[in-house]
């Protein structure tokens, strides 16, 4: 299975800020954005990663993340012009993706709690069709909406209805077959000129192949695109590290699924010195190994 970090856009809600520097380089607490979708995508066993990026930020996303080979990935990078749409990503992906299914989360999610390595583990098991991830909001005429079948089969999905079916909302975490890449390539362009991610998983619904994981309270999920959310964010990340829980750290996620060791771990550790996610690598190479990657993992 291939993934793919789309983290493009122009962060128009975020600016002056991101008019010098990318969403997905600013950070949230102790790491930077994109760490958080790299470390689910490591949870969902996934380590061929291709990251898409607008040109002005892919030197230094490179820069930070590298080939991907000190947590065992392979990472690449490819470039979106301008904000065509999430579902373009499919199309700026495809030789990447080839023959494979793929799991596509956007850049600015951050997903974390207990189970949640077990839904990833069902929605990567699923050979056929697409899985998204739902999770229950107070308003959700400000999301794409989907109603669920008692089956975890969707029903009904709509983009910010205004008397929405459901309070379900679905976030920005998508697994897909390879039919996807064909979907997305005879997408026509909404009123507002973007291929949209709604319409593929509509396409799916339509042949009966739309699953749902419902992501129940006791896992977290933000979506950080404002100065307020920003904040939430990283307090929340802040007190989840007080109690000894990793959330984002790549490491823990690469070390969990055997792509490093002790000794990768170590060299991380010393590399990034007195910092915060310094101190939490050298608190997690003394955890215990089995502790669970993404939902709630321990770093001390």
Known sequence: MRGIVLAGGLGTRLMPTTLAVGKQL???????????PLSTLACAGVRDILFITRAEDRAATERLLGNGSQWGMRIEY????????????????RNFVGGERCVLILGDNIFHGEGMTALLRSARERKEGATVFARRVPDPERYGVVSIAPTGHATRIEEKPAAPQSDWAVTGLYFYDNAVLDIAAGLAPS??????????????????????????????????????????????VRDCARRGECVGVVEAAALQQGWIGESELRAAARRLGKSGYG??????????????????????
């Not at 102790?30 to 958080?36: F, L, N, Q, S, V």
């Not at 490819?78 to 992906?93: K, M």
Request: net charge negative.
């Open 279 to 300: 101190a939490a690598l050298a608190r997690l190479i003394s955890a215990a190994p089995d502790s669970p990657c993404g939902a709630g993992a321990r770093s001390a």
């Open 26 to 36: 600013l950070p949230i607490y102790d790491k930077p954005t994109i760490y958080y």
């Open 78 to 93: 490819a470039l979106q012009h301008e904000p065509r749409g999430i579902a373009d990503a499919f199309l700026i992906a």
């Open 191 to 236: 009123a507002r000129g973007e291929l949209e991610i709604t319409d593929v998983n509509a396409a799916y619904l339509e042949r009966g192949q739309l699953c749902v994981e419902r992501m129940e309270s006791g896992i977290h999920w933000f979506d950080v695109g404002t100065n307020d959310s920003f904040l939430d964010a990283s307090i929340w």
